[in-house]
């Protein structure tokens, strides 16, 4: 299924729906259909993406502040959304955490849009530093609070490093899902990596 039909453009606003949300929800389902055209980041102006989506320019800006802001949102939109944690354990909220990452790389493998612009963002300082910043940190620090979390709660040693813990718990997803993108990415693998480490980490292990 393409990206345009897990978010498919109204035909006009919906009764009860904010012009403004229409508006935004066009301007990224444009941006989806340019890009599913194989149109390349470069060539992704603003005033092409607005004569896409049926709106004037200034609609765009007034949303974003350039096309970097405006592509970061094109993207989060068509990722796999962040899940709520359990917040029942260490363990049940770490593996949640995993899984996103599993199901993240499995949504870079099935869809060619997200793969090659992942490809292209790496060419774009702008608009990688703006993915880092909006994207990456923010989901890290999720991360790392869940751990600090664990520490305090006593489910985990203190005397290791939690920037340290974090990347040997999402280490192993990345490696498959982005070093070795041919490599199994099975659907209890969130599972094994943190009972595996957790196994080790617990106070007294």
Do not use: C
Request: net charge neutral; proline share 8%; charged share 30%.
């Amino acid at each position: 299924m393409s990206l345009a039909e897990r978010h498919p453009r109204p035909d006009g606003p919906p009764r009860g729906r904010p012009r403004s949300e229409a508006a935004e929800h066009a301007i990224i389902e444009g941006v989806m259909k340019l890009l599913e055209e194989g149109v390349p980041l470069a060539e992704l102006s603003i005033e092409r993406v607005a004569r896409t989506a049926g709106v004037g320019k200034a609609t765009i800006y007034r949303r974003w502040s350039g096309k970097e802001e405006l592509f970061i949102d094109v993207l989060r939109a068509a990722e796999p959304p962040d899940p709520p944690l359990p917040g029942t354990s260490l363990r049940d909220d770490l593996v949640v955490l995993l899984e996103q990452v599993r199901r993240r790389g499995l949504a870079s493998r099935s869809s060619a849009i997200l793969h090659n612009v992942h490809a292209q963002m790496k060419s774009s300082p702008k608009i990688w530093a703006a993915y880092h910043n909006t994207v990456i940190a923010p989901r890290r620090r999720r991360g790392l609070e869940v751990l600090r979390r664990g520490q305090e709660n006593g489910e985990l040693r203190t005397d290791v490093d939690i920037e340290l813990l974090n990347d040997m718990f999402v280490g192993p997803l990345l490696v498959r899902a982005v070093l070795h993108p041919d490599a199994d990415l099975p659907d209890d693998l969130a599972e094994q990596v943190v009972d595996t480490l957790l196994e080790g980490l617990r106070p007294g292990g």
